[in-house]
C-alpha cells in the first residue's frame, strides 16, 4: 500500500528565507506526487505535480519541488518566502489511475514577520 | 475562475441522523471524490464517482454512506445513521479526467456529531 510520510509537523522561518518541506512516499512503483496547500478558511490547492520527465518541477507561487527516486523524496522548496505563505502543505502520491490520492499528514508553516 | 463550491460549510447533529452534504462541483468535469480529515488526521479518500457510478471506494466508505449526482450538478454524500467518529471535516473534488492528476478541492464542510 502507499504511503506519504512529511516529518515535519511544523515548520517556523521568517519572511524572506527560504523553505524546504519535507516529504517521503512510499510506493511499489513510478508515483504521481503532488504538493497541495491549504490556507484558512480555503480548500485544497494544487502547487505542483510529478508524473514523469524532469525531476524538478515548478509550481505556483515560485514553488518548486524536486523528485529524488533513490531517497523515495519529493520535497518542496521555495527560496524566498512571503507572509502569505502561512498555510498547511500537503503532501500526496498516487498510483497511474490519479483518481485516489493517499495524503501526509501535513506541514503546517508560520511566517514570521 | 471556476470552483468547487460545497454546503453546509457548518453542520452540527445528533448521533443517528441522516446528513446530506452538498457539492457543485466544476461544470465540465468527469471525475467526482469526496475526502474527509478527522480532527489533527490525514486526509483520506472516501470515493471517487464516474458516469454515475462509484469507480473506487475506501474501507472508511461503508454501507452508512451513499453518493449521489441527482440532477446533473450536484454531487452529494449522505450519511444515513451518523456516529460520533464521523465528525470531521468533507472536502468534495472534481477533476477533468482521470490522468490529469489534478484534484480541484471545495472548501470542506464541517460535520459535527453529538
Known amino acids: 500500500a502507499q504511503s506519504v510520510t512529511q516529518p515535519d509537523i511544523h515548520i517556523t522561518v521568517s519572511e524572506g528565507a527560504s523553505l524546504e518541506l519535507r516529504c517521503n512516499y512510499s510506493?511499489?512503483?513510478?508515483?504521481?506526487l503532488f504538493w497541495y496547500v491549504q490556507s484558512p478558511g480555503q480548500g485544497l490547492q494544487l502547487l505542483l505535480k510529478y508524473f514523469s520527465g524532469d525531476t524538478l518541477v515548478q509550481g505556483i507561487k515560485g514553488f518548486e519541488a524536486e523528485f529524488k527516486r533513490s531517497q523515495s523524496s519529493f520535497n518542496l522548496r521555495k527560496p524566498s518566502v512571503h507572509w502569505s505563505d502561512a498555510a498547511e502543505y500537503f503532501c500526496a502520491v498516487s498510483s497511474g489511475s490519479a483518481r485516489q490520492l493517499t495524503f501526509g499528514s501535513g506541514t503546517q508553516l508560520t511566517v514570521l514577520p | 475562475e471556476p470552483e468547487v463550491t460545497q454546503t453546509p460549510s457548518h453542520q452540527v447533529t445528533q448521533m443517528g441522523q441522516e446528513v446530506i452534504l452538498r457539492c457543485v462541483p466544476i461544470?465540465?468535469?468527469?471525475?467526482f471524490y469526496w475526502y474527509r480529515q478527522i480532527l489533527g488526521q490525514k486526509v483520506e479518500f472516501l470515493v471517487s464517482?464516474?458516469?454515475?457510478?462509484?469507480?473506487?471506494k475506501s474501507e472508511i466508505f461503508d454501507d452508512q454512506f451513499s453518493v449521489e449526482r441527482p440532477d446533473g450538478s450536484n454531487f452529494t454524500l449522505k450519511i444515513r445513521s451518523t456516529k460520533l467518529e464521523d465528525s470531521a471535516m468533507y472536502f468534495c473534488?472534481?477533476?477533468?479526467?482521470?490522468?490529469?492528476?489534478?484534484?480541484?478541492f471545495g472548501e470542506g464542510s464541517r460535520l459535527t456529531v453529538l
Open positions: 510506493y511499489g512503483a513510478t508515483p504521481y
Open positions: 464517482f464516474y458516469n454515475n457510478e462509484i469507480s473506487e
Open positions: 473534488a472534481s477533476s477533468p479526467g482521470s490522468n490529469t492528476g489534478e484534484l480541484f
Open positions: 461544470s465540465n468535469h468527469l471525475y
